[in-house]
């Protein structure tokens, strides 16, 4: 089993910046991906960005909207995942959802709310 645990969120004007983290216990040694999705009122579920967790080289995947906006990181003992978030925008007003996947499922953590308003 693995456990996720996300903070980070909160209000922000269009144009900040915040940083989510996730906080993984449990069987963290078999995770092979983690990343990070957002849910927004009336909207599926969708990819932010993941990191493939199996090899030091840690390769990265964002969706389209958030390229050269969110870098997503990870410590090397793969128990935190990070979600910086700079020149946020409206549409990126969203509940975030951390997510592992191992061989045998994934997981998800209960969600951060990040609203971007003026």
């Known amino acids: 089993q693995v456990q996720l645990v996300e903070s980070g969120g909160g209000l922000v004007q269009p144009g900040g910046s915040l940083r989510l983290s996730c906080a993984a216990s449990g069987s963290t040694f078999s995770i092979l991906v983690m990343g990070w999705y957002r849910q927004a009122p009336g909207k599926q579920r969708e990819l932010v960005a993941a990191?493939?967790?199996?090899?030091?080289?840690?390769?990265?995947n964002y969706a389209d909207s958030v390229k050269g906006r969110f870098t997503i990181s990870r410590d090397n003992a793969k128990t935190t995942l990070y979600l910086q978030m700079n020149s946020l925008k409206p549409e990126d007003t969203a509940v975030y959802y951390c997510n592992a996947q191992r061989r045998s499922g994934e997981y998800w953590g209960q969600g951060t709310q990040v609203t971007v308003s003026s």
């Open positions: 990191i493939n967790t199996i090899n030091s080289g840690g390769r990265t």
